[in-house]
């Protein structure tokens, strides 16, 4: 019996120096990427990797990366879990940027879509100030809605996990388009 695969942890000055040597796979969203990405990355959003394990599998030196890193190590467990090493960018882009690397920015990106982490804070901003709202101005029931958030949180904190994220991945403007998807999995294929 083999033990299972334990995904590594780079800082940005250990992947930095070794850029060159891996497939840089970008877990955020297609909008998040298109804000600005390790150069040579490329987009395959979190809830579409289980699709692409077979190109995975084939892609020599997985650098996974995020904003912060909090997926993309939910991404390396994913792959470890299937027997796929891979390392994660400890901080994320954000970290990479902090310590002063660039991020490659596309000509083409249409619009900037704000972060995975900004989405969440506005939801929840928004559905808390809503619900004690409602709860001052119809029925204090809606003050619930307030709660229930508050609650969501503090078990997201808890478990590093964000069920609110996973909601708002799904929202249009944070899908691949079809034809980026199978870009990114055929330059998987080529390596």
């Given at each position: 019996m083999t033990a299972p695969l334990t995904p590594d942890t780079l800082t940005p000055g250990q992947a930095g120096a070794r850029l060159a040597e891996f497939t840089v796979i970008d877990v955020r969203t297609p909008g998040e990427y298109a804000s600005g990405h390790l150069p040579g990355a490329l987009n395959l959003p979190l809830d579409q990797l289980r699709g692409a394990l077979p190109e995975l599998r084939r892609a020599a030196g997985l650098l996974v990366v995020c904003a912060s890193g909090a997926r993309s190590e939910n991404a390396c467990r994913t792959l470890a879990a299937e027997g796929i090493p891979a390392a994660t960018l400890s901080g994320g882009t954000a970290a990479w940027v902090a310590e002063g690397n660039a991020l490659h920015r596309p000509e083409a990106a249409r619009r900037t879509v704000w972060g995975m982490e900004?989405?969440?804070?506005?939801?929840?901003?928004?559905?808390?100030?809503l619900g004690l709202l409602l709860g001052v101005l119809v029925h204090p029931a809606f003050q619930l809605l307030a709660a229930g958030i508050a609650g969501g949180l503090v078990f997201s904190a808890l478990t590093n996990t964000c069920g609110m994220a996973a909601v708002l991945a799904r929202l249009p403007h944070n899908r691949p388009r079809p034809a980026d998807l199978e870009a990114t999995l055929a330059a998987l294929r080529a390596r």
């Open positions: 900004r989405q969440v804070r506005f939801t929840a901003g928004t559905l808390v100030l």
